[in-house]
């Protein structure tokens, strides 16, 4: 064998080793991103829809409502009763939330479904601000067996 034949195949040998390594380097790195990719992290836990209570009255003459919200639903709705007037642990629901950010200085508002579990009304439950939840109010009352109040934490 000529000494070039056998730089050439040294060299064919090294081209072919690096190639290898790069292509494992490069495989190994695909490997640890998807293998990271996959680790599940803890979920934040869901916020209930409302405050526990607020006053749709005057703060003289207060006239209360109180949510218990029992479990998150699919879709991001929630299950749970509320206690107003001739409403005692009413069971109701809330669905298909919409977010509008521009609302209230860029603090947000919820706009959600708000409906007795037994059919007797259907609103919509407006939520402000998102982190806060100070103020809740209702509109576009179907069935007028509910009212449409504004209530606040204040």
Known sequence: MTLTLFKRTAYALLTLSLAFVFLFMQRTGHSMVAASSAVMLPQATPTPPTNPGYNCGEPDSPDL?????TRQMPNNGWLG??????????PIQVFDAK???KYNNGRGLTDWAFQAQDGSF??????????????????????????QLFCSTR
């Open 65 to 69: 409502i109180t949510f218990a919200w």
């Open 122 to 147: 259907l609103c919509r439950m407006k939520v402000t601000p998102n982190g806060l939840r100070r103020n809740v109010w209702f509109e576009s009352c179907r069935n007028n067996n509910w009212p």
């Open 99 to 101: 977010v509008d950010p």
């Open 81 to 90: 009763t509320v206690t107003y007037g001739n409403f005692v642990n009413k």
